[in-house]
């Protein structure tokens, strides 16, 4: 079946540095793909939703250049988190679709520490 | 603001018990997933349904949604410890092509 890798599972990073998260589509193309965030002992938040080729659409509150998105190719989205701090420190997952209306496809989630 | 709204919020049932959890939009529900969490951890992928109606069932799990697609019910029948987790709906809103998350419901089962 189709599958998402996503990487790094676990980072663990200073404050002030930039970490990057990879979200893959293995065996599809993932036409749009949603990057979330876990608080703890919260749900799943919608962070922002990429379409490839285009530019991210942010949920409010999500600070776009925080959180930059990049959706350069159709099985490869990443989410770099810039100039981190510990309020950063959470659970970051992604999704990837491939065309409307397909299921969708979660990758297994990656567990930020910034110290 | 929350998209999906779920009941309850958290859930301590006596193992053998059965329980219902529900997830409410105020919108029509396309793709209405269920997915269970240790949080922190991936996803597991439990069902999704479509259409208006729609029931599916896997071992003691039963999932339906409304003929007006903006209500989902999950049902465990005879719930035991390992079915111990967060419980999550996710579905993708008409209007906005974005697939949200309700907002979870912890379920406890006592041996």
């Known amino acids: 079946g189709a599958v998402v890798s996503q990487h790094p599972s676990r980072v663990i990073c200073k404050s002030g540095t930039s970490v990057k998260i990879e979200c893959r589509s293995l065996?599809?193309?993932?036409?749009?793909m949603f990057w979330y965030r876990q608080f703890p002992k919260k749900s799943l938040m919608l962070m922002a939703t990429s379409n490839e080729g285009s530019k991210a659409t942010y949920e409010q509150g999500v600070e776009k250049d925080k959180f930059l998105i990049n959706h350069a190719s159709l099985t490869l989205s990443t989410l770099t988190v810039t100039s981190a701090h510990p309020e950063d420190s959470s659970f970051y997952i992604c999704?990837?679709?491939?065309?409307?209306?397909?299921?969708?496809?979660f990758g297994n989630g990656t567990r930020l520490t910034v110290t | 603001s929350q998209e999906l709204e779920q009941s309850p919020q958290s859930l301590i049932v006596q193992e053998g018990k059965n329980l219902t959890i529900n997830c409410t939009s105020s919108?029509?529900?396309?793709?209405l997933y269920w997915y269970k969490q240790k949080y922190g951890e991936g996803l597991i992928f439990l069902m999704m349904?479509?259409?208006?109606?729609e029931e599916k069932s896997h071992e003691k799990i039963t999932a339906k949604l409304d003929e007006k697609k903006q209500q989902s019910s999950l049902h465990i029948t005879a719930s035991q410890p390992s079915h111990a987790g967060i419980y999550l709906c996710g579905a993708v809103m008409a209007d906005f092509n974005k697939f949200y998350f309700g907002s979870g419901t912890k379920l406890n089962v006592k041996p």
């Open positions: 919108k029509t529900l396309y793709g």
């Open positions: 349904l479509q259409k208006g109606g």
């Open positions: 999704s990837a679709q491939g065309r409307q209306g397909s299921p969708l496809h």
């Open positions: 065996d599809f193309q993932a036409t749009t």
